[in-house]
Protein backbone atom coordinates (compact mmCIF):
# COMPACT_ATOMS: atom_id res chain seq x y z
CA UNK A 1 0.00 0.00 0.00
CA UNK A 2 1.23 3.29 -0.67
CA UNK A 3 -0.16 6.80 0.53
CA UNK A 4 -0.28 9.70 -2.37
CA UNK A 5 -0.43 13.27 -0.59
CA UNK A 6 -1.55 16.55 -2.45
CA UNK A 7 -2.25 19.88 -2.02
CA UNK A 8 0.59 21.46 -0.66
CA UNK A 9 1.98 24.83 -2.21
CA UNK A 10 2.94 28.42 -1.77
CA UNK A 11 0.98 30.42 0.37
CA UNK A 12 1.13 34.02 1.99
CA UNK A 13 -0.32 34.24 5.69
CA UNK A 14 -3.34 34.31 6.72
CA UNK A 15 -4.34 31.75 3.44
CA UNK A 16 -5.17 28.36 3.28
CA UNK A 17 -4.25 25.17 1.56
CA UNK A 18 -6.00 21.47 1.76
CA UNK A 19 -4.06 18.77 1.78
CA UNK A 20 -5.10 15.23 0.86
CA UNK A 21 -4.24 11.73 0.98
CA UNK A 22 -5.10 8.60 -0.22
CA UNK A 23 -4.20 4.71 -0.61
CA UNK A 24 -3.29 3.30 -3.65
CA UNK A 25 -5.41 -0.26 -2.67
CA UNK A 26 -7.90 -0.75 -0.23
CA UNK A 27 -6.56 -0.65 3.11
CA UNK A 28 -8.64 -3.94 5.23
CA UNK A 29 -9.06 -2.35 8.44
CA UNK A 30 -7.79 1.69 9.65
CA UNK A 31 -7.00 2.26 12.99
CA UNK A 32 -6.08 5.85 12.83
CA UNK A 33 -5.37 8.35 10.22
CA UNK A 34 -2.96 11.47 11.22
CA UNK A 35 -1.01 14.06 9.06
CA UNK A 36 2.91 15.06 10.46
CA UNK A 37 5.25 17.97 9.40
CA UNK A 38 8.82 18.17 9.74
CA UNK A 39 10.47 21.92 9.09
CA UNK A 40 14.30 22.39 8.37
CA UNK A 41 16.14 21.53 11.02
CA UNK A 42 13.44 20.46 13.15
CA UNK A 43 11.87 16.84 14.10
CA UNK A 44 9.09 15.36 12.93
CA UNK A 45 5.99 16.60 14.73
CA UNK A 46 2.32 15.37 14.83
CA UNK A 47 -0.02 17.62 13.19
CA UNK A 48 -3.25 15.88 13.36
CA UNK A 49 -4.78 12.93 13.98
CA UNK A 50 -8.20 11.08 13.61
CA UNK A 51 -9.19 7.37 14.76
CA UNK A 52 -11.32 4.97 13.48
CA UNK A 53 -14.31 6.20 15.37
CA UNK A 54 -14.07 9.76 14.21
CA UNK A 55 -12.28 11.25 17.62
CA UNK A 56 -9.44 13.85 16.96
CA UNK A 57 -6.55 15.77 18.31
CA UNK A 58 -4.76 18.49 17.13
CA UNK A 59 -1.25 20.00 18.16
CA UNK A 60 -1.36 22.97 20.65
CA UNK A 61 0.11 25.84 17.44
CA UNK A 62 -2.71 24.48 15.18
CA UNK A 63 -5.72 23.99 17.33
CA UNK A 64 -8.79 26.26 15.51
CA UNK A 65 -6.82 26.89 12.21
CA UNK A 66 -6.60 23.09 11.14
CA UNK A 67 -9.06 20.73 10.58
CA UNK A 68 -8.30 16.59 9.88
CA UNK A 69 -11.22 14.45 8.41
CA UNK A 70 -11.77 11.19 6.88
CA UNK A 71 -12.85 11.04 2.98
CA UNK A 72 -14.57 8.68 0.73
CA UNK A 73 -12.01 5.76 -0.27
CA UNK A 74 -10.00 6.18 3.32
CA UNK A 75 -8.81 9.49 2.13
CA UNK A 76 -7.65 11.63 4.39
CA UNK A 77 -8.06 15.41 4.27
CA UNK A 78 -6.39 18.31 6.39
CA UNK A 79 -7.72 21.63 6.08
CA UNK A 80 -5.72 24.31 6.73
CA UNK A 81 -7.02 27.87 7.70
CA UNK A 82 -4.98 31.02 8.83
CA UNK A 83 -1.90 29.76 7.91
CA UNK A 84 1.10 31.29 9.47
CA UNK A 85 5.02 31.26 7.97
CA UNK A 86 5.79 28.54 11.25
CA UNK A 87 3.70 26.30 9.12
CA UNK A 88 5.89 25.60 6.52
CA UNK A 89 7.27 22.19 6.70
CA UNK A 90 7.34 18.95 4.51
CA UNK A 91 3.71 17.53 5.48
CA UNK A 92 3.02 13.37 5.79
CA UNK A 93 0.33 11.83 5.95
CA UNK A 94 0.17 8.43 7.68
CA UNK A 95 -1.99 5.38 8.42
CA UNK A 96 -2.18 2.85 11.03
CA UNK A 97 -4.41 0.08 10.35
CA UNK A 98 -4.13 -3.90 9.13
CA UNK A 99 -3.79 -4.96 6.08
CA UNK A 100 -5.59 -8.55 6.44
CA UNK A 101 -7.02 -9.83 10.15
CA UNK A 102 -3.42 -11.30 10.63
CA UNK A 103 -1.01 -8.49 9.62
CA UNK A 104 -0.84 -4.86 11.08
CA UNK A 105 -0.12 -2.06 8.61
CA UNK A 106 1.88 1.54 9.13
CA UNK A 107 2.50 3.72 6.08
CA UNK A 108 3.69 6.72 5.54
CA UNK A 109 2.95 8.86 2.36
CA UNK A 110 5.92 10.96 0.29
CA UNK A 111 5.61 14.35 1.59
CA UNK A 112 4.28 17.83 0.53
CA UNK A 113 5.91 20.86 1.14
CA UNK A 114 3.91 23.52 2.20
CA UNK A 115 5.20 27.46 2.52
CA UNK A 116 4.06 30.63 4.11
CA UNK A 117 4.94 33.33 3.09
CA UNK A 118 5.35 36.43 5.27
Known amino acids: VQLQASGGGLVQAGGSLRLSCAPSEVIFSINRMAWYRQAPGKQRELVASISSGGSTNYADSVKGRFTISKEAKNTVALQMNSLKPEDTAVYYC??????????????WGQGTLVTVSS
Open 94 to 107: NVVGYSDPWNDLEV
